[in-house]
């Protein structure tokens, strides 16, 4: 069950995704996902795949079901993965591309200072539309913020 | 076949500091996505990350050697597409040297100072490369209706 600190970082200051899958021959590939949902029960999430991301990606889960999901807050560099088991996909709604605007606005705000060069609708096309919704099973979330913490497995907790 | 080759206008992409994301695979078939803070240019055919604290994409790319990189050039409106495959790791010489002091620069830019330390430089072949460009949205949305 993803606990609720990271369901709030999810829901309020995450700004950037990439999933992770692999073929039949382990190459692994990469699918960017401009947003997320985290199921109610917090056990499942769906993830919304940029459209030039998704060749290969339906493929591969329906024959192996892995995959794997970074979240980061940027520039923050707080960021998590989960890692879990392919559930469904489906194209994505109206109120999915609505989560997508707000991560987008979030991005925005957020990379503002540091790219003050870079006109909004440059930095906006950063979060790409999304055509596609993989939800899947949370088995696993690591922490990945950059530190000597990071690679550490938070759900299910580590035995000591 | 033909070796594959880094198209020249990636280059400034990459010396840039441009954040990227990796993902690797382990033996048993389990996907492993990570941010990566510098995807280091050695010459036309191969490429270095850094080995800093990403413990698991190393044990993954000892296992089974094949990566994928995507590095996002903001500016540019593009994502890089890299097929890798490992092929060694140096912890001295010009390649380690020159990440090193890339790694530097960018914890001091990006306030991480301290905490990003380089390993190890790990070369990797390119086995292909992708430009794919960000797709087009509606710049209005941005200012959306009070969402």
Same mark, same amino acid.
């Given at each position: ?9 999810? &829901? ?5 995704? $990439? ?54 807050? $940027? ?50 096309? $950063? ?8 939800? $899947? ?21 580590? &035995?000591? | 076949?033909? @070796?594959?080759?880094?198209? #020249? ?21 389990? #996907?492993?996505? %990570? ?29 089974? #050697? ?42 001091? @830019? %990006?306030? @991480? ?35």
């Amino acid at each position: 069950m993803i606990p609720g600190k990271i369901l709030r970082f999810l &829901e309020q200051h995450a700004n950037v995704a $990439f999933a992770g899958t692999r073929n039949r021959d382990l190459v692994p590939h990469g699918h960017k996902v401009c947003g997320w949902r985290v199921g109610a029960d917090q056990r499942t999430m769906t993830a919304f795949v940029a459209e030039e991301f998704t060749p290969g990606l339906v493929e591969s889960l329906r024959e192996n079901r892995e995959l794997a999901v970074t979240v980061e807050e $940027f520039p923050s560099h707080e960021t998590y993965q989960f890692k879990g088991r392919y559930l469904s996909d489906r194209p994505v709604r109206h109120d999915d591309v609505e989560i997508v605007d707000r991560i987008r606005r979030r991005f925005v705000r957020s990379l503002r200072s540091m790219y003050a060069e870079v006109p909004e609708s440059i930095l906006g096309a $950063f979060v790409s539309n999304p055509s596609l919704a993989v939800e $899947f099973e949370v088995l696993e979330v690591y922490l990945q913020t950059p530190g000597p913490g990071a690679g550490t497995r938070l759900i299910p907790p580590v &035995e000591s | 076949m033909g @070796m594959t080759r880094l198209p #020249p206008e990636i280059r400034p992409v990459l010396e840039n500091g441009t954040p990227a994301v990796m993902v690797t695979c382990s033996a048993d078939g389990k #996907p492993n996505t %990570t941010v990566i803070s510098q995807v280091y240019y050695v010459d036309e055919t191969h490429a270095a990350l850094s080995f800093q604290f990403f413990s698991k994409t190393i044990r993954n790319v000892r296992e089974n #050697p094949r990566a994928y990189v995507c590095v996002f050039d903001i500016r540019g409106q593009a994502h890089w597409v890299l097929h890798l495959k490992f092929e060694r790791s140096e912890t001295e010489g010009p390649i380690f040297d020159a990440m090193d002091m890339q790694i530097e620069a960018i914890a001091s @830019m %990006t306030g @991480m100072s301290g905490i990003f330390k380089l390993r190890a430089a790990d070369v990797y072949r390119v086995l292909s490369v992708e430009k794919l460009p960000f797709s087009r949205w509606a710049a209005a949305d941005l200012h959306g209706s009070g969402r």
